[in-house]
């Protein structure tokens, strides 16, 4: 979904070629394979670059366009409105927490502006282990959090229910001085960030 609106695209990750093949126009002729397979079949192709690879894609008809980062702003930072109902890290030998997880991953809603609708595959890829991986009963909604010394990244959110995103932040347990969302929030969140 983008903007609420449903879109068919097409996501290319991590393209890469073994040293021992490199310099043999590999990447290149695969990347033009899967866009003249698909560019009449979708919407739109699109990827997360690697900065190096700026000019490889841009030969390829690929534009550069603005990323954004979403920090929560100061005045909300810290501000814990429920210290009896907070999340706890999900143990990957908890089937139960597992299978809801899975479940709500395949049916449940979108916390982002753009953002799957059929996001098992990747986001099972990313949360295989389940290492972070929250659930905080009181709400019924998971969270992928990423703690990088004082900053807590919100990777992802998985939920069955909507739920107030300000209301999700104001349930983290986890110290942190600094917020930032791994994705682009809908815009009744918006207030909520610095961008």
């Given at each position: 979904?983008?903007?609420?609106?449903?879109?068919?695209?097409?996501?290319?990750?991590?393209?890469?070629?073994?040293?021992?093949?490199?310099?043999?126009?590999?990447?290149?002729?695969?990347?033009?394979?899967?866009?003249?397979?698909?560019?009449?079949?979708?919407?739109?192709?699109?990827?997360?670059?690697?900065?190096?690879?700026?000019?490889?894609?841009?030969?390829?008809?690929?534009?550069?366009?603005?990323?954004?980062?979403?920090?929560?702003?100061?005045?909300?930072?810290?501000?814990?409105?429920?210290?009896?109902?907070?999340?706890?890290?999900?143990?990957?030998?908890?089937?139960?927490?597992?299978?809801?997880?899975?479940?709500?991953?395949?049916?449940?809603?979108?916390?982002?502006?753009?953002?799957?609708?059929?996001?098992?595959?990747?986001?099972?890829?990313?949360?295989?282990?389940?290492?972070d991986v929250y659930y905080i009963d009181s709400l019924d909604v998971f969270v992928?959090?990423?703690?990088?010394?004082?900053?807590?990244?919100?990777?992802?959110?998985?939920?069955?229910?909507?739920?107030?995103?300000?209301?999700?932040?104001?349930?983290?347990?986890?110290?942190?001085?600094?917020?930032?969302?791994?994705?682009?929030?809908?815009?009744?969140?918006?207030?909520?960030?610095?961008?």
């Open positions: 979904k983008y903007n609420n609106e449903n879109k068919k695209y097409i996501q290319i990750g991590t393209v890469m070629t073994s040293y021992s093949f490199r310099n043999r126009s590999l990447a290149s002729k695969l990347m033009k394979y899967v866009i003249e397979e698909y560019k009449d079949k979708c919407d739109a192709i699109y990827l997360f670059g690697d900065l190096k690879a700026l000019e490889f894609y841009k030969k390829l008809g690929f534009t550069v366009i603005n990323q954004y980062r979403y920090n929560l702003k100061k005045e909300y930072i810290g501000k814990i409105i429920n210290n009896k109902n907070q999340f706890i890290k999900v143990n990957k030998d908890n089937i139960s927490l597992k299978n809801l997880f899975i479940e709500y991953i395949k049916k449940g809603i979108s916390y982002g502006n753009f953002e799957q609708i059929n996001r098992f595959g990747l986001t099972m890829f990313y949360c295989q282990y389940f290492e992928v959090l990423e703690l990088d010394n004082n900053k807590l990244i919100i990777k992802s959110i998985i939920g069955k229910n909507d739920v107030s995103l300000e209301e999700i932040i104001a349930n983290i347990n986890i110290p942190y001085s600094y917020l930032e969302l791994g994705f682009t929030p809908l815009e009744k969140d918006m207030y909520l960030f610095d961008c």
